[in-house]
């Protein structure tokens, strides 16, 4: 069974521009989170959806970021415009119900984004 | 608010000693607890994870994590280091709203 599957791997852009990660989640999972990481601040949870329902976006750092699920295996983060200090490895994980087991996470390999 | 917490970026040990990493978690409800291990330019994967059975837990590679409500720990434990354990490796706990938060991490080094 293939794992979450994130695209780009590796994304080089310049500041300003308009970046799009893109995931595809466990088939038949139902929860997907979108985590990102860096030195200074580790691991951190940008927003998570079940069912496709955006639950909680609390850790979105600005308006700059939005997050989709349009349906059960696919969701986007978008950063538009992006700035140097969004450079980081972004994370997509998914699980099959939160509410229902005990939320162990899986993880993509992860997109690594560089804003010039 | 749950959250984890663990001691030392950074862990050294030689190869066949024993590992010892350390996680302390807060959680105003039964906590579900884990541990994640990344390799160089990989996702998490899930080396175990505690959620109220036995407080002794095994996991894969060797790994095993003891739960202690008194001290609310979950140590991850591993009697012999191998080369190949050299990672980094994250504690989490999930929340009473569903979230799994990590804590900052712990990269092992092993030393020949």
């Known amino acids: 069974d293939a794992g979450v599957i994130q695209s780009p791997r590796h994304e080089v852009t310049e500041m300003g521009q308009e970046v799009t990660l893109r995931c595809k989640p466990i088939?038949?999972?139902?929860?997907l989170f979108w985590y990102r990481q860096t030195m200074m601040r580790g691991l951190e949870l940008l927003i998570y959806?079940?069912?496709?329902?955006?639950?909680?976006d609390s850790g979105m750092p600005e308006d700059r970021f939005s997050a989709k699920m349009p349906n059960a295996s696919f969701s986007t983060l978008k950063i538009q415009p992006s700035e140097p200090r969004d450079s980081a490895v972004y994370f997509c994980?998914?699980?099959?119900?939160?509410?229902?087991?005990?939320?162990?996470?899986?993880f993509g390999e992860g997109s690594r984004l560089t804003v010039l | 608010a749950q959250s984890v917490t663990q001691l030392g970026s950074h862990v050294s040990v030689s190869e066949g000693a024993l590992v010892l990493l350390r996680c302390n978690y807060s959680?105003?409800?039964?906590?579900?607890l884990f541990w994640y291990v990344q390799y160089p330019n990989q996702g998490l994967q899930l080396l175990l994870k505690?959620?109220?059975?036995?407080?002794l837990v095994k996991g894969i590679n060797g790994f095993e994590a003891e739960f202690k409500k008194s001290e609310t720990s979950f140590h991850l434990t591993k009697p012999s280091a191998h080369m190949s354990d050299a990672a980094e490796y994250f504690c989490?706990?999930?929340?009473?709203?569903?979230?799994?938060?990590f804590g900052k991490g712990t990269r092992l080094h092993i030393l020949p």
């Open positions: 088939s038949g999972h139902n929860s």
């Open positions: 959680s105003s409800v039964p906590p579900y």
């Open positions: 959806f079940n069912n496709n329902v955006p639950i909680d």
């Open positions: 989490a706990v999930r929340t009473g709203d569903d979230k799994i938060i």
């Open positions: 505690y959620t109220s059975a036995a407080t």
């Open positions: 994980a998914s699980s099959l119900d939160l509410a229902e087991n005990t939320g162990e996470l899986f």
